[in-house]
């Protein structure tokens, strides 16, 4: 069993930064890729971003690519992902999601990912 905490959403303007942190417990965090998705209103939960195991594998959704950066913290049990120049399309809850699965590289569908955390929302005014 995996636990995952997001932490660090909030309200911001158009063109701010925010940085999100996932807290993980249980497992072996190390093992396991990690992925952040996010769900706005009536909308389906999306990929944004994924790193592999070991941190050398990143991958992005084409609307956050050169804005958002994910990073992890093996020894903290963290992942994180910093989120610059940010729009109000950005606008949803975030979630941090775990994949105990070996795969080549970290992946984009959410049924994909084993564990779930509980979101934090994130507002970008305009």
């Known amino acids: 069993q995996v636990q995952l905490a997001e932490s660090g959403g909030g309200l911001v303007q158009a063109g701010d930064s925010l940085r999100l942190s996932c807290a993980a417990s249980?497992?072996?965090?190390?093992?396991?890729?990690m992925g952040w998705f996010r769900q706005a209103p009536g909308k389906e939960r999306d990929f944004v971003a994924g790193i592999s195991w070991n941190g050398a594998i990143t991958v992005y959704a084409d609307s956050v690519k050169g804005r958002f950066t994910i990073s992890r913290d093996n020894t903290k049990n963290t992942v994180s992902l910093q989120m610059n120049s940010l729009k109000p399309e950005d606008t949803a809850d975030y979630y941090c999601?775990?994949?105990?699965?070996?795969?080549?590289?970290?992946?984009?569908?959410?049924?994909?990912?084993?564990?779930w955390g509980q979101g934090t929302q994130v507002t970008v005014s305009s």
């Open positions: 999601a775990a994949d105990i699965n070996f795969r080549s590289a970290p992946a984009r569908w959410n049924y994909d990912y084993d564990y």
């Open positions: 249980g497992r072996t965090f190390s093992r396991y890729a």
